[in-house]
């Protein structure tokens, strides 16, 4: 006996993970409605990605890999790209922008209801792919995601006459600072993809938004950000962070890290950053997100009821969150020793450019 194929899966958020499971589920027969709060697509969104699988991808896909604008590379490729590719994948009509998920009504129910504008719509499973603050995660679980104590500056900027990408590796203090980066396809030419990981205090940093892991309360550059580069990393490099404020972006990304056990509770689960949140030092943020929409849809292939899908996908899903988990833990122990004591960007600069130990750049690389 197999599950009735007639059956209809809300996914909430439309981001790389949701649309990952949502094409999963759409391939095995069932009713699939994603729902997105941003009015848009994010085909022009984000920045690159260090690493693609393709045969995950193929999996998602349904072995189908053609039709990109720009060929699926297995590293440095754009966000938006990948998302273009995965929302192609779908009928338009079965991804709803601009829609706001309030509330999840009879959560515990056979036939629990998303809230849109105070109207409920009953779904036999709802899936929370809806972010580091998502509005579905308190239907499956009570845990938040905790701030690793460092924070990665990311910087997009046209390729054309900069001099990048920037390379370089300060320890002050026993604290690891670091600015690296590589090139991508923009969707409108190439692109330094590049970032500054540093600690940072949490009284410092936005805690994360509704449906986004970061928020973007800082919309200014802080005077500190370029004295900062170039007391840490010298001159080229401070040049390339001047260059990258002044013609593209540059935005703080507070790494927030976070498992949860359990992501179903009822007919409601979880996926991607609603379940996991990382540091991207694990290269695996977005890959897991995909994961788990492969290991959605193979509990469902496999089970014969609702219930049991559910509870192989928790048991599968939770053991691998737990895992990136780990790894990111591990990463962050180089940024913020002690994540919760991490020292302020001010004061380093104000170390470094009161001692001799500024002009020493043998630590560099």
Not at 107 to 124: H, L, N, Q
Not at 197 to 219: D, F, H, K, L, W
Not at 306 to 331: E, H, I, K, M, T
Request: hydrophobic share 40%; charged share 20%; with cysteine.
């Amino acid at each position: 006996m197999t599950i009735r194929r007639d059956i209809k899966i809300a996914v909430v958020g439309a981001s790389l993970g949701g649309l990952s499971a949502a094409n999963v589920l759409r391939q095995l027969g069932f009713d699939v409605q994603v729902y997105e709060l941003f009015a848009k697509g994010f085909e022009k969104r984000g920045g690159a990605l260090g690493s693609v699988d393709l045969g995950l991808l193929r999996r998602i896909m349904g072995g189908n890999l053609n039709g990109a604008d720009r060929a699926i590379k297995g590293h440095g490729h754009f966000y938006g790209d990948l998302w273009d590719y995965l929302y192609q994948g779908l009928p338009p009509e079965s991804v709803r922008f601009g829609t706001d998920v309030q509330t999840i009504t009879d959560a515990r129910s056979d036939r629990p209801a998303i809230v849109i504008d105070g109207k409920p719509t009953t779904f036999d499973v709802i899936i929370g792919a809806d972010g580091g603050k998502s509005t579905i995660r308190p239907f499956v679980t009570q845990q938040q995601p905790v701030y690793s104590g460092y924070t990665a500056w990311r910087g997009l900027v046209p390729m054309n006459g900069i001099d990048g990408p920037p390379s370089g590796v300060r320890i002050v203090n026993g604290i690891r600072y670091e600015t690296l980066g590589f090139p991508c396809a923009g969707p409108d030419g190439p692109l330094w993809n590049c970032g500054v990981y540093m600690a940072m205090p949490y009284a410092e940093v936005a805690a994360p938004t509704r449906n986004r892991q970061v928020g973007s309360a800082i919309r200014d550059i802080p005077d500190w950000f370029v004295p900062l580069a170039k007391a840490l990393f010298g001159e080229r490099n401070a040049q390339f962070w001047a260059d990258c404020v002044k013609h593209g972006k540059v935005t703080p990304h507070p790494i927030w890290e976070f498992a949860a056990d359990p992501v179903v509770a009822g007919r409601v689960a979880l996926l991607g950053d609603a379940a996991h949140l990382s540091s991207p030092r694990t290269g695996a943020g977005a890959y897991t997100a995909m994961l788990d929409a492969c290991a959605l849809g193979t509990a469902f292939n496999d089970a014969s009821s609702v219930p049991q899908a559910l509870a192989n996908y928790n048991q599968d899903a939770v053991s691998r969150a737990r895992a990136l988990y780990d790894r990111s833990r591990r990463a962050g122990l180089a940024f913020a020793p002690d994540r919760g004591h991490s020292v302020s960007p001010t004061d380093v600069l104000d170390h470094l450019t009161r001692s001799s130990d500024a002009l020493d750049w043998a630590a560099m690389c």
